[in-house]
């Protein structure tokens, strides 16, 4: 550690504190690499993440969020300042606030117009925004600055075997322990669908050896995520990179902020009832629909995975000099 110039730690909010004590040269020096898709928090046991303590790099979308409404809403979870709704009143949609009459809180200090005119908080207009729910103005997110986002990248493209065109299998779903997530109330009536449940833990068709997934994604007729929130992950960008259609309860698109990449009814399909998913999986077993939204998929995938060759650069420079 003495000879260490930058340390990184998945719980670097709670940790970093603890390094710099005992190894001084580390102080400002640490980065956390937040690996969860949630939202920003503050958990005693894992530190502040809505304040972050050091500099942050995440896949959590949450965090492209420029503006945020300090007024919370707990036990209202219907009701907040985004929409669809977020509890905790994370601003991800400026075009559904409005500018107010008072100077922007984050630079109405500078009189330097290139810097008003690049403010990532009022979008050059110099005006505050207000929440349209009537909290009153929206204030810079207090991550903004501290936190890179990133999309994992897709390093398997090597694997990938051609679609089957027609005459497709079983829909399937990869998923750790589906009975535990928040669609667990789904399983049962997508396996009465035809849908196969892969994956370790209380997953009901078991785990199926890594190897054979690009095998079964290349003859599956879809993807039928079993899943309401967590990180983006490799179960979304195999099939999305194979030209597997994926559908999904409309609940998980919302809550990991996949906007970029999960485009309803062009990159994907959403449910939210039995009788919705029983819809979808009927309508992609026209084989020209199903390669419509696996190839969408497909394109959509590639375009925001290497949107961004030298934002990490930039930002690593920035923080640590």
Not at 23 to 44: K, M
Not at 161 to 178: D, I, K, T
Not at 194 to 205: F, I, L, M, R
């Amino acid at each position: 550690m003495e000879k260490c110039t930058i340390y990184v730690d998945v719980n670097g909010n709670f940790n970093g504190p603890k390094v710099w004590q005992k190894w001084p040269h580390l102080t400002n020096r640490v980065l956390t690499y937040f690996i969860n898709g949630g939202e920003p928090r503050n958990v005693p046991d894992k530190g502040d993440c809505q304040t972050p303590a050091t500099p942050m790099m995440t896949t959590a979308q949450h965090y492209k969020s420029t503006l945020f409404c300090p007024t919370k809403h707990p036990n209202v979870e219907a009701f907040s300042c985004d929409t669809p709704p977020n509890p905790r009143g994370y601003w991800t949609n400026t075009s559904l606030s409005h500018p107010g009459e008072a100077p922007c809180p984050a630079c109405s200090s500078f009189d330097d117009e290139f810097t008003t005119s690049t403010c990532e908080v009022c979008k050059g207009g110099g005006l505050q925004y207000l929440c349209p729910w009537g909290c009153g103005p929206l204030v810079p997110s207090p991550w903004l600055d501290k936190v890179y986002v990133f999309y994992p990248m897709f390093t398997r493209q090597d694997r990938i075997l051609p679609r089957a065109q027609g005459a497709y299998e079983a829909p399937v779903s990869f998923v750790h322990n589906c009975m535990s997530w928040g669609c667990q109330a789904f399983v049962e009536p997508a396996r009465k669908l035809g849908v196969k449940a892969y994956g370790g833990g209380n997953s009901p068709d078991g785990l199926v050896p890594h190897a054979d997934c690009f095998k079964i994604l290349s003859k599956a007729l879809c993807t039928v995520y079993l899943k309401g929130g967590g990180a983006v992950d490799y179960s979304i960008l195999e099939p999305m990179a194979a030209g597997c259609p994926t559908t999904f309860h409309s609940s998980y698109v919302h809550n990991c902020r996949l906007y970029e990449l999960l485009e309803l009814g062009v990159t994907c399909l959403t449910w939210e009832t039995e009788e919705e998913m029983q819809r979808v999986i009927e309508r992609l077993r026209i084989p020209a629909y199903n390669r419509q939204i696996g190839e969408a998929g497909r394109e959509r995938l590639k375009k925001v995975l290497w949107n961004d060759p030298t934002g990490f650069h930039n930002f690593m420079r920035k923080v640590f000099g």
